[in-house]
């Protein structure tokens, strides 16, 4: 018997994130592709740009639970 997605998403509890990242990156190549090589250059050269603002002190990042709660509030869940 094939597995509920509740069952599935519980699996991914116990992995690692850098696994679940993984798996989320192969889920959606499967289903939609992959990025065309200019727009998945441009998206390395802003996450760059982004983390070196972090790390310069430059940014702020916002918790996790806070962007979640953001996520939630806007998808009215």
Same mark, same amino acid.
């Given at each position: ?5 509740? =069952?599935? #998403?519980e699996?991914?509890?116990? @992995?690692?994130?850098? #696994? #679940? +990242? *993984? @798996? #989320?990156d ?7 592709g992959g990025? !065309?090589?200019d727009? !998945?250059? /441009?998206?390395?050269? *802003?996450?760059?740009? %982004?983390? /070196? !603002? ?5 940014? =702020?990042g916002?918790p996790?639970? *806070?962007?979640? +709660? %953001?996520i939630?509030?806007? /998808?009215?869940l």
């Amino acid at each position: 018997m094939p597995m509920t997605l509740d =069952q599935i #998403v519980e699996e991914t509890r116990q @992995l690692p994130a850098d #696994v #679940v +990242a *993984e @798996l #989320v990156d192969r889920i959606l190549l499967a289903r939609h592709g992959g990025m !065309e090589p200019d727009i !998945e250059a /441009a998206w390395k050269t *802003e996450i760059g740009r %982004r983390i /070196a !603002e972090i790390d310069e002190g430059k940014v =702020q990042g916002i918790p996790i639970k *806070e962007s979640l +709660a %953001r996520i939630r509030k806007i /998808a009215g869940l």
